[in-house]
């Protein structure tokens, strides 16, 4: 592909700075077209970001013969509908996370591109940014030696919206978002500990909702193990005081450990014997730009993406078992 020709699927909060601008920013890439059922919203989006088309009806944009490749950025009970729709059109896939609402969704996703000969790729943007290559390039070379264990903590309050009972955020009702914030968040982390560990072999995990604000569950408490042998665990709870607010993510070895947060800071603490030593590399404006400079890349046969729908299906199989009632 000389020019990847994007169209948007869902043109929400998260294309507005962490993803749409990208499009147009990278060489050989250009954004053409923008759909949201809302056609004042798609109007307003293609003006303000000079998109040239817009479009209320997502199979107009999908069969756009100016569009040859399709970002999908709805929520997730779309995700599988839309996907499969653009595979079936004969062009590249690049969907939001989580992949899907479950395991199942992905498999079919992964099929239907499969079946039509084209690329699945996924927005696990985190995998290409600074802060966290540099603690695979840790990890790589052994600095805190042979891995032992993964420790994952995450609480963070109740937001505002979720205690709107009429109106609740579609990030903690199940059947749009295959869980609650544990599936929006905790995906994330294990996405990336799978690229910086390796795939994840077993997970389990107990649930509850505590505080009975929305059909979700509110905590989580899980134990998994790599296929390299690593240990993990985590606990997930968004209920606490404010003042309790905790991100953080310790990997143990032999040798050390490094503890690093995923969404409130880019430092990355790195501790031997020899002494600490702090990394810290922020992220870009547009946080999804080096990802998508990799699908680029793919599509133009320079280089390869790392997040793949083979790759984000493992996280969605992971948080399957961990849910597991």
């Given at each position: ?7 948007i699927?869902?043109c ?32 307003d ?12 009806d997502a ?31 004969g ?15 992905c498999?079919k ?7 039509a ?76 500990l ?20 929305y059909?979700?569950?509110?905590i ?36 050390g ?8 800071s ?33 599509l ?26």
């Amino acid at each position: 592909m000389d020019k990847i020709r994007w169209g948007i699927i869902g043109c929400g909060n998260v294309t507005e700075v962490k993803s749409g601008p990208a499009f147009q920013k990278i060489k050989d890439s250009e954004l053409v077209a923008v759909m949201r059922r809302n056609s004042d919203k798609a109007k307003d989006y293609a003006a303000r970001h000079g998109v040239p088309k817009w479009y209320d009806d997502a199979d107009k944009l999908i069969n756009d013969p100016d569009v040859n490749a399709v970002y999908i950025a709805t929520p997730p009970d779309t995700h599988a509908e839309y996907a499969i729709r653009v595979a079936q059109a004969g062009k590249p896939v690049y969907v939001e996370k989580p992949m899907a609402r479950n395991y199942a969704e992905c498999e079919k996703m992964i099929q239907a591109c499969r079946d039509a000969s084209v690329p699945l790729f996924v927005a696990y943007y985190r995998r290409c940014l600074p802060c966290f290559r540099k603690l695979k390039e840790l990890i790589d070379s052994e600095a805190i030696g042979d891995v032992r264990f993964v420790f994952i903590e995450l609480f963070h309050s109740p937001l505002a919206d979720d205690f709107k009972k009429d109106n609740l955020p579609w990030r903690v009702i199940p059947e749009i978002s295959g869980g609650g914030y544990f599936v929006d968040l905790a995906s994330h982390e294990l996405d990336l500990l799978d690229y910086i560990l390796g795939p994840i072999d077993f997970a389990q995990g107990r649930i509850a909702n505590q505080a009975n604000l929305y059909p979700a569950e509110d905590i989580v408490c899980a134990d998994f193990t790599f296929k390299s042998g690593v240990l993990g665990s985590g606990l997930w709870c968004f209920t606490t005081r404010k003042e309790d607010r905790l991100d953080r993510i310790r990997i143990v070895g032999s040798k050390g450990k490094i503890t690093y947060s995923m969404f409130d800071s880019t430092l990355v603490t790195f501790e031997t014997n020899g002494g600490i030593e702090k990394f810290d590399l922020p992220h870009p404006k547009h946080f999804q730009q080096p990802l998508i400079q990799t699908i680029i890349d793919e599509l133009q046969g320079k280089g390869t993406c790392p997040s793949t729908g083979i790759t984000a299906a493992r996280t969605n199989y992971v948080m399957d078992q961990i849910l597991k009632k």
